[in-house]
C-alpha cells in the first residue's frame, strides 16, 4: 500500500514502458533465485556431510556401522545400533501416546466445538507447538522423570513386569517412556494442528449428506470423514515422527543417555540427535570419531527429509 | 386441509440477520409443494428448518414451531437424528459420499437398521436405486467408486440414498439447479412419480419448474410469505400484488 501512495504522491510515472518491464524481469529473477536459496542450502549441508562422513564409509561397510551394537570410539567401534533403536523406541513412544488424543483433539475442535470455543482453543494449541523444546526439556526433568520413577515404574512394572516390555531393569525414570511422553507433549499440537486442517478442506457438503439421512455427527466423523481423511491422519503422523525423530534437547534431557539397545519402556536409551549433540566437539583426537557423528547427523537428515517428503506428496491430495 | 407439516410463527436469525419473520404455513400431506421467491428471499433457511439443518451452523437462532404430523421438532427431547430420517433432503449441489455406489445407499439402512442381513441389505439397495431410476445404469459397477457417476446420477444416487432410511417427506433445495436439462428432468420426472407416497418440498427460483411440477405453492420474500395456495389458484389468480410482478418476471 505504501509504495503505491508514495508513487502517487511523486505523480505520475513518467518512465518509458521499457524501463518498468526490465524492473519487472529484475524483481521475478532475483525472487526467484532468493526462493531457491532453501534448496541450495540444503545441497550444500547434505554435500559437507557426505564429505566429511566419507572416510568412516570408507573404513567400514555401512552395515557393520549401522548395526553394530558397540559404541567404542576409543577403540575403533562405531555401533550404532543402540541409537538407531533408542531413536526408534523413543519416537514410536511418542508417536503411539500422541496421536490418539491428537485425532480426537482435532476432531473435537474441527467437528464439534463451537466457533468461541474453536476461537479460544486454536491459539492455545499453536502458542504450545511454539514452546521452546529445552522448556519441555526442563518439565520432563523435573515432572515426567519423577513421575515414572515413582509412579509408573512400581504400578506399571509392578503389575506387568512379567512382560519384556515394562521389565523395571534400573533404579532411575530416565527412560524410554519419559523421552516418550515428553515428546508425545511436543508433537501433539503439531499432529492436531494438521489434521485440523486437513478436516477444514472437507467440504461441508459431505457432512450434511450423511447427517440428512440421520446419522449422528460420530456416525459421520467415524464413516465419512475418517476415512475420508485418513491419508491426510497418516501424514500428519509422519510429519510428527518425522519432528520426534530429530528431537534432540528435550529428549536427551530425560532418557538417561546410555548407549545400550533398549528393551524396555523403562530402559534408558541414547537417540541419535543426542549422541552428535553430547559429543560433537569433544574428544575430537579420536580417529573417526569426528566422521562417525556426521554420518549420523547425514542419516537424520536423509530420514528427516524422506519423512516430510512423504507428507507433503500425502497432503497435496487435501489443497481446497 | 390436511397438514403434514404445520409451521406456526416460525423466526430465524442468522447472528442478527432476520431471515425469517413470522412464517406460519401448513404443507398438505403427499403432493408437491414449491416453495418460490427470489435469491436470498429465505427459502432455504425455510426448508432447512423442517429437518433441522439450521442448527448445524452456531449462530442461528430459531423461534415458533414446525410441526411434523402435529409433533414439534423443536421440542425439546425431540430425536434430531429421528426427524432426519423422517424429513430426506435433496441437496442442491449432489453429492456422492466417498464410497461406493452400493454403500452410498446402504449407508442409511447400515445406521439405522445395523442388523439387516447382507441379502435383505442387497435387496433394498437395488431397490432404491429401481425407484431412483439409477438400476439399469449402474447394476454391473455397485462397488465402483460413486464419485466416478456423472452429476445427474449423482443426484439420482442422493435420491435412492435419501429414499433409504424410508422418510415421509423429501425435501429439495433447487436439486436440479447444478443439472443438465436431461438430468433435470429425469429428477423432476421421479418426483413426479413419488409424490403420490412421499409429502414433497421442492425450492426453485424457475418459475417453468414450479409450473410444471407444483401442487401447492409457496411464494417468499424478503423472509416472509406473501402468498401460498393451491398452484392452480396461484399461478392463475394470484391475490398479492408482488406475487403477480414476481409471476409476470418483473424480478
Ligand atoms: N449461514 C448463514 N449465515 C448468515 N447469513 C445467512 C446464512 N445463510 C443464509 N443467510 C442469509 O439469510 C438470507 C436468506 O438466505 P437463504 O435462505 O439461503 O435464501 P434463498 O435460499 O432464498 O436464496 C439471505 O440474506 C442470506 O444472505
Ligand atoms: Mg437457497
Known sequence: MGIFEIRSDAGRDTRPASARHRQDAIAQRWSLRITFIPLIVLGFVAIALIVRAWPILQTYPLIALLFGTVWKPSAGQFGLWPFITGTLWVTSVGVILAVPPSILTAIYISEYAQTRTRLIIKPILDVLAAIPPVVYGVWGLLAVVPFVESVLVPGLSGALGFLPLFASNQPTGFSVLAGGIVLAVMITPLIIAVIYEILHTVPNDLRQASLAVGATRWETIWRVLLPYIMPGIIAAIVLGASRAFGETIAVLMVVGNVPKVPTSLFDTAYPLPALIANNYGEMMSIPLYDAALLMVALVLLVVVFIFNLIAMMILRRFVR | ?251
Not at chain 2, 427431547?77 to 454403500?103: H, N, Y
Not at chain 2, 440414498?161 to 423432476?188: F, Y
Request: hydrophobic share 40%; glycine share 6%; proline share 5%.
Open chain 2, 1 to 251: 386441509m390436511d397438514a403434514h407439516i404445520s409451521v406456526q410463527n416460525l423466526h430465524v436469525w442468522y447472528g442478527n440477520l432476520a431471515a425469517l419473520t413470522a412464517i406460519s404455513v401448513d404443507i398438505p400431506r403427499h403432493g408437491i409443494t414449491v416453495i418460490m421467491g427470489p435469491s436470498g428471499c429465505g427459502k432455504t433457511t425455510l426448508l432447512k428448518s423442517f429437518n433441522r439443518f439450521l442448527e448445524l451452523n452456531d449462530t442461528t437462532r430459531i423461534s415458533g414451531t414446525v410441526a411434523v404430523d402435529g409433533h414439534d421438532v423443536y421440542a425439546p427431547g425431540v430425536d434430531v437424528t429421528a426427524v432426519r430420517k423422517r424429513v430426506g433432503l435433496l441437496a442442491q449441489r449432489p453429492t456422492a459420499l466417498p464410497m461406493s455406489i452400493f454403500e452410498n445407499v446402504a449407508y442409511g439402512m447400515r445406521i439405522h437398521q445395523p442388523h439387516l442381513d447382507k441379502s435383505a441389505l442387497a435387496i433394498q439397495v437395488q431397490h432404491y436405486l429401481e425407484v431412483a431410476g439409477l438400476w439399469h445404469e449402474v447394476a454391473q459397477r455397485l462397488d465402483a467408486p460413486a464419485t466416478a457417476l456423472s452429476i445427474g446420477q449423482q443426484q439420482r444416487l442422493c435420491l435412492a440414498r435419501g429414499l433409504a432410511v424410508e422418510p415421509e417427506i423429501i425435501l429439495g433445495d433447487e436439486p436440479t439447479s447444478a443439472l443438465d436439462p436431461i438430468s433435470s428432468r429425469h429428477i423432476e420426472q421421479k418426483l413426479l412419480e413419488l409424490k403420490q407416497r412421499y409429502t414433497t418440498v421442492i425450492v426453485t427460483h424457475t418459475l417453468r419448474q414450479a409450473k410444471r411440477l407444483a401442487d401447492y405453492v409457496i411464494f417468499m420474500y424478503l423472509g416472509e410469505i406473501v402468498e401460498a395456495g393451491p398452484a392452480q389458484q396461484l399461478f392463475t389468480n394470484p391475490q398479492q400484488e408482488r406475487t403477480k410482478e414476481y409471476l409476470a418476471g418483473v424480478f
